[in-house]
C-alpha cells in the first residue's frame, strides 16, 4: 500500500492550501484516514481523521480553520487548511489504516511565513 500526499507549499499568514492524499495497491477500504504533523523539535501529532462514514476529529489547535474530507471510491483523504498560522508550519503526513495495519506517506512540507 501506498500513501501519496501533494499539496504542500509556501503560504503567508491567513491564506489557504488543500493537501491531498490518495492511496493505491490495495483492493480493501483504507479506514480511517488522517493527517498528522510533525514541527521541528516536536513530536508528530494529529491533526485530523476521518471515517469512511464522513465522522472527523480534529485537534484543538486547528478546529474551524481545517477541514478533512475524503472519496472512499477513490481512497482519497483532503485536507483544506484556511487562515493558516505561522505554528501551523510542519510537515504533514497523511496516514491509512487497511484491515489492521497502518501506513504512512512521505511528509509533505507545509510552510506559513510572510
Known amino acids: 500500500v501506498q500513501l501519496q500526499a501533494s499539496g504542500g507549499g509556501l503560504v503567508q499568514p491567513g491564506g489557504s492550501l488543500r493537501l491531498s492524499c490518495a492511496a493505491s495497491g490495495t483492493i480493501f477500504g483504507v479506514n480511517p484516514m488522517g493527517w498528522y504533523r510533525q514541527a521541528r523539535g516536536k513530536q508528530r501529532e494529529l491533526v485530523a481523521s476521518v471515517i469512511a462514514g464522513g465522522s472527523a476529529n480534529y485537534t484543538d489547535s486547528v478546529k474551524g480553520r481545517f477541514t478533512i474530507s475524503r472519496n472512499n471510491a477513490k481512497n482519497t483523504v483532503y485536507l483544506q487548511m484556511n487562515n493558516l498560522k505561522p505554528e501551523d508550519t510542519a510537515v504533514y503526513y497523511c496516514?491509512?489504516?487497511?484491515?489492521?495495519?497502518?501506513?504512512w506517506g512521505k511528509g509533505t512540507q507545509v510552510t506559513v511565513s510572510s
Open positions: 496516514n491509512g489504516r487497511v484491515l489492521s495495519r497502518y501506513y
